[in-house]
């Protein structure tokens, strides 16, 4: 039975702009580098009597980073899995070239690899 490519690009485009929505209220994208996201600093400008304010904007922007490498990782997954759709190679492992289970893709539709490749 093929896959229904329909119903995954859906999931596929729907979690992307989630993705998307969620890493614009964090960061912007790279005017160099479009598909890459940049973390927006916190407003820095603080008394310098404050030194416990600027360490804590640091800690969060710190974090802040550490949300938007991971969003923005899962965000490269997806592309690469719309990629692998339109040159019509989307379901197959990208190491081995055997299709990836189904099931597997129903939990992750940006599945690149087979569970044995994983």
């Not at 995954?8 to 479009?34: C, D, V």
């Amino acid at each position: 039975m093929a896959l229904d490519l329909d119903y995954f690009r859906k999931q596929l485009e729907e979690e992307k702009s989630k993705l998307e929505g969620e890493l614009g209220t964090i960061a912007h994208r790279n005017p160099e580098a479009p598909e890459d996201w940049v973390v927006t600093p916190p407003d820095l400008n603080v008394m310098r009597a404050a030194k416990e304010e600027m360490a804590d904007q640091e800690e969060e922007l710190e974090n802040v980073a550490s949300v938007e490498y991971n969003l923005e990782s899962r965000l490269k997954d997806i592309n690469e899995a719309l990629e692998q759709m339109r040159s019509g190679k989307y379901g197959l492992c990208a190491i081995g070239g055997e299709p990836i289970d189904e099931k597997r893709l129903r939990a992750n539709p940006a599945a690149l690899t087979c569970i044995e490749h994983s």
